[in-house]
Nanobody
Framework: QVQLVESGGGLVQPGGSLRLSCAAS????????MGWYRQAPGKQRELVAP???????NYADSVKGRITISRDNAKNTVDLLMNSLKPEDTAVYYC??????????????WGQGTQVTVSS
């Protein structure tokens, strides 16, 4: 069994910063990729940024230049540093991981979600 545990959400004023963290634990052979999605009220879940084991990233246009994703492969953790936050960044942020459990099996896992609210 694999678990993803997120932390770091909260309330922040426009222009502020937050760091989200996610740690994966369990019977993990490898994870590629890890990343973050978000879902705002009344909207579909959207991909914010994935990151591969090699460090390759791909940011959503809406967050480019403001958000940085990073990971620690040895610890199976992924962080999302968010700067210059805007009200439209308000959403529940979900960590995800494409996990290789063994040589023959891969599975996607999700965190429970952490609320980010950008408001004055």
């Amino acid at each position: 069994q694999v678990q993803l545990v997120e932390s770091g959400g909260g309330l922040v004023q426009p222009g502020g910063s937050l760091r989200l963290s996610c740690a994966a634990s369990g019977s993990i052979f490898s994870i590629n990729p890890m990343g973050w999605y978000r879902q705002a009220p009344g909207k579909q879940r959207e991909l914010v940024a994935p990151i591969t084991t090699g460090g390759s990233t791909n940011y959503a246009d809406s967050v480019k230049g403001r958000i940085t994703i990073s990971r620690d492969n040895a610890k199976n953790t992924v962080d999302l540093l968010m700067n210059s936050l805007k009200p439209e960044d308000t959403a529940v942020y979900y960590c995800y991981a494409h996990v290789r459990l063994n040589l023959f099996t891969t599975r996607d896992y999700w965190g429970q979600g952490t609320q980010v609210t950008v408001s004055s």
